[in-house]
């Protein structure tokens, strides 16, 4: 969490991923961090700028509120949270809480895609 935000974005070009899960130093999860939040709450606030962006830390920029659900949750229901809460990703948690990892809407359409397609009669 205290970690400068440009070593989260390297993270996110080096792994090709858009989201971080965000630990503090005794391991306790404490939000989630996305390439969106990172390029709104830098560059787009600040009309281009990037003044002070070396500066701002993980915590500044991340979301404390996470949604987490358990690995057997239906992926419909998943999508319905996600779209109701307005989020762009949800955190899939083993047994104790454990984290095992995180949807998000990419792998919803991923999956989603591949579901048998839905007839609709009017």
Known sequence: ADEPIHHAWELMQEKDINHIVVF?????????ISSRDI???????????????????????????VIATQAKT????????MSE???SCIL?????GKLLGV????????????QPPIRLYI
């Open 103 to 114: 949807v998000t809407l990419s792998d919803l359409v991923r999956r989603l895609a591949k």
């Open 24 to 32: 503090d130093n005794r391991e306790a999860l404490v939000g989630v």
């Open 39 to 65: 390029l709104q709450k830098t560059i787009v606030a600040h009309d281009g700028s990037l003044e002070g962006v070396n500066s701002r830390k993980v915590r500044d920029l991340m979301d404390p509120k």
């Open 74 to 81: 239906d992926i419909r229901r998943i999508a319905m949270v």
């Open 92 to 96: 899939i948690e083993g047994m104790h």
């Open 85 to 87: 809460y307005k989020i």
